[in-house]
């Protein structure tokens, strides 16, 4: 039982340029979020998923695109990368939507645009 | 969401228990109290929640007023693992999604 993987570990993009980070979980977890964490601040909520084949924005989408083809997995492509997407990105799942579950994070993606 | 306050800091020496305090005067009947504490930069951890009742398990135990306006995280025997930021958070269901809001938590160092 892997929990939550996160794929790649270090990322360098110059700017403009596309790519997706990848997040999957192994528990069969309904609810799956990304998160993005900038030097010395807290977590702010990027996308989120309540189930394959839903998903809308959280507080800070723009540049930023989800799809949930499949419970398992729920990746994060960057569209044209500008410097302000430098940052750690985390994925989180949750097993029901509810407030009263626990979420769970992966081990994060730092990235870096140059 | 309510807010909540956290003490930017806190010292503690290794065996003995670390009481970590948060502050979440406008929290609502609904919302519940979370605490997940982050080491080095990795993801954030679970600890415990609660939402009226005392709760404990294996990490932490989890004080809530009776006025449920302030919470005390309770680490029995800290150890120098456990030096990391606790982060308090009241959370709920709104806007459609549910969602964690970080504050900048209580950076909590555990020496020798």
């Known amino acids: 039982n892997a929990g939550v993987t996160q794929t790649p570990k270090f990322q360098v993009l110059k700017t403009g340029q596309s790519m997706t980070l990848q997040c999957a979980q192994d528990?069969?977890?309904?609810?799956m979020s990304w998160y993005r964490q900038d030097p010395g601040m807290g977590l702010r909520l990027i996308h989120y998923?309540?189930?394959?084949?839903?998903?809308d924005q959280g507080e800070v989408p723009n540049g930023y695109n989800v799809s949930r083809s499949t419970t398992e997995d729920f990746p994060l492509r960057l569209l044209s990368a500008a410097p302000s997407q430098t940052s750690v990105y985390f994925c989180?799942?949750?097993?029901?939507?509810?407030?009263?579950?626990?979420?769970?994070f992966g081990p994060g993606t730092r990235l870096t645009v140059t | 969401d309510a807010k909540t306050t956290q003490p930017p800091s806190m010292d503690c020496a290794e065996g003995r228990a670390a009481n970590l305090p948060c502050n979440h005067s406008?929290?609502?009947?609904?919302?519940?109290v979370y605490w997940y504490r982050q080491i080095h930069s990795q993801g954030p951890q679970y600890i415990i929640h609660?939402?009226?009742n005392n709760e404990t398990n294996e990490m932490a135990s989890l004080i809530i007023t009776e006025d449920r306006k302030s919470s005390t995280l309770i680490l029995p025997h800290a150890t120098l693992r456990d030096t990391a930021v606790y982060y308090c958070?009241?959370?709920?269901?709104?806007?459609?999604?549910?969602?964690?809001?970080f504050g900048a938590g209580t950076r909590l160092a555990v020496h020798p």
């Open positions: 998923s309540v189930g394959a084949g839903i998903t």
């Open positions: 609660g939402l009226k």
């Open positions: 958070i009241v959370r709920s269901v709104s806007g459609g999604y549910n969602k964690l809001i």
């Open positions: 406008t929290i609502s009947g609904n919302e519940y």
């Open positions: 528990m069969n977890h309904e609810y």
């Open positions: 989180a799942t949750q097993l029901h939507r509810e407030a009263s579950y626990e979420q769970y």
